[in-house]
């Protein structure tokens, strides 16, 4: 017989302490981990902050209102209380993990790029117009050519 490997896929599973982010809805923007999947289309949520805005409370959400994150909280039982899982979270530190991921840096320089004004913009074209022309002076130096 032949030798079969098993790997896991690199899909992000809808599963018991996914952290997952509301993209739309009243609580877009906000985290949350799934507690139970209900079915095909609908999981229990619950997000947890030190900051009250940011607080989900326990709900059945859509899965077409949330994307999920490259966060799980291991082990979480099936059937898991308010209190059960707000220790999970903060046990694992959700929201620094969170605040160092890529997608939530990225989010926020788009944030930052949204809330400029004019002249910010104008400063942020100048400043990329001068770290262009420095990377081309120095690849043309390498090459060999006059900059």
Known sequence: MGDASVTASSWRLVERGRVVLFKKGQYAGKLAAIAQIIDHRRVLVEGFSSDASKVVPRHAAPLSYVTLTGIVIPKVPLGVGHTALQKLWNNEKVEEKWANSKTAKTSAQ??????????????????????????????????????
């Open 110 to 147: 788009l944030m930052r790029r949204r809330q400029l004004n004019d002249f910010e913009r104008f400063k942020v074209m100048v400043l990329r117009k001068q770290a262009r022309f420095e990377t081309r002076k120095t690849l043309a130096s390498s090459r060999g050519k006059k900059a």
